[in-house]
Structure formats: C-alpha cells, structure tokens
C-alpha cells in the first residue's frame, strides 16, 4: 500500500511575542484592584470576608473558597448581570478575570478571519467541554458577546446546578447543556450530525492523580501566604474547589490534550476551531508535535497571565484562511 504524503506542517503563530510578559487582555473588564466597595454593593454577603492586608489595604482571603465564591458572585452581578450564581460545596470556583481572558482571546481569533471585526450573537456557536456546575465561560461568553453554547459534563449533578443558574438568568434558550455518557471520549457520543461550532474550548483537568491535586493546592495557598486550611474545614481544601474529574485524569493534561487533538480530526468538518487551555508550558512541544502530525492547518498559542500565574490557550483548526473566512460569511 502506498504511503500518503508528508502533510504540511500547519501555520505556528503566538499572539504574544515570546519576549513579551502578558497580562490581563485589554477588553478584560479586571484591571487593576479590585473595586471592593462597589463589588460589597452588588453582592453585601462579600463584606464579611474582607481582610485587611500587610499594607493596611482591603482585599479578601483568596485561600478560602467561601470568599471567592462570594467575590464571583459579586463580579457576575455587577459587570456582566448575572444576578444568581451558585455551586454545590467542593465543585470548582473559577477566578473570572483568568476565565474571561480565554473567551477574549477566541474573540480576536474569530476576528482575524473576519476582517477585525468580531463575531458576535447567538449565530457563533461555541461548544465548552467540561462546562462544569459554574457554567461559567457560557454565562460569560453570553453576556461579553451574546454567543450560543453547547456546555458538556459527564457529572449530572454538575449539569443539574449549571441548569439551574441558567435558569435564574433567563438564559436557557442560548444556553444548552448535554451529558456525556461515553466516558473517555470528548466530541464522540456528543456532537450530533447537524452541530456545526465556530469554538470548542476546554479546561482540562491537569493533575495525573487526587494526591498530585492535593499537593498543587498546598502550593496555591503557600503562595497566597497562606497555608492554613479554611475556616469551618478540618481538612486542607483546594482553594478554588473542585471534584475529581474536574482537577485530574488519569495521565494528567498531556494525555487529555492527545486525546482531544485524536478526537478532532474526526469532528473537523463540523468545527472552525478547537481550542483548550494548556497550564502547564512543558506539555507545548508534544503538542505541537502531535498537531502537526494531525494535519492542523493552522496552530495559535495565546499567552495570557493575572498576576504571576502564567497561562496560555492553544487553538487549531483544519481549515485553511478562506475556508474559515468562508463559515464566518455563512
């Protein structure tokens, strides 16, 4: 049997140059402090987690997930009118400046193929693998840019509570959420022949085991300069929260980045771009190598940051520029 030809390798472009420190995007509503007597307004149950610093400032106890599900509440009313938000105890509360950044770096990557000008309404479909019970980057992405959702989860309770929030806010109909049943598998089981996505994006869990989980959270809270455990705990608690699934797999962030990059191949005719947030910077080289090898034709690596955690999302798509050009004119 004949061999295929050697594909090309795909077009490698980094929105921030290697040399460069990023921050918060500038469309990022979050820069700066914290505008805390504003924020107490539109959420009071916040006022009994303030803390007074070293330097006599306010700010809050970022190692007591009480107080950052408080301050997200707070954030969700406020800019973006999100009235109800909420989450069963010990499920992920993710930090909305950090989450936010991601949605407006796949803004500027819609944008670059239509002409700079970003796609926005409910006709840009965007499919959030592991939507998780805060559903939060569908309620974000609905209030920045008015897009539609798909958000996926294998834990039906996670979907329950994300249903519910949805609900609250009156965004049921732009906001779908499905189960995936087929344990091990991303698109497979859960696209359906007519979907068609402008986006999918995800935030892997990037710990290989619960221990590896456990050990990471030790470290947040050392860094926040504080390594108690919350008030009311008698265990050390992840900071943010989370269950299982949510912050491990077996194999860690690499093998589920292989495995979505296998997975997309399959699904390409039906997605413009793929895209997951990579936490950890060692992994970029295996991927890119394994992209490559996929056929991608197009790779972008996005750096972003808040304060001194540096991240970075990764997109690709199968489509060369005028074809994407093209699904963005339809």
Known sequence: ??????????????????????????RNRHQGRYDLPRLVAA?????????RTPAGTQSIDFSDPLAVRELNRALL????????????????????????????????LLAADAGGTIPRGPHVRVL???????????LLGQAEYGWSFVGSDIDPDALQCAAANLQANGLAKVIELRQQHARGSLFAGLLQPQDRFQLTMCNPPFHSSAKEAAQGSQRK?????????????RAPALNFGGQANELWCTGGEASFLRRMIKESVVFQTQVLWFSSLVAKSEHLPDLHKQLTKAGAAEVREVAMAQGHKQSRFVAWSFHAPAARRAWLQE
């Open 221 to 233: 809270r050392r860094n926040l300069g504080n390594a108690r455990a919350p008030r009311g705990s």
């Open 1 to 26: 049997m004949n061999s295929p030809p050697p594909r090309p390798s795909p077009r490698r472009t980094a929105a921030t140059p290697a040399a460069a420190t990023p921050g918060l995007h500038p």
């Open 43 to 51: 959420n009071p149950a916040l006022k009994a987690h303030l803390v």
């Open 128 to 138: 959030d693998i592991g939507v998780g019970a805060n559903c939060i980057y569908p």
């Open 77 to 108: 009313a406020s800019d973006y009118g999100i009235r109800h938000w909420d989450i069963p105890e010990g499920y992920l509360c993710p930090p909305v400046p950090g989450r936010v950044d991601y949605l407006h770096g796949l803004a500027d």
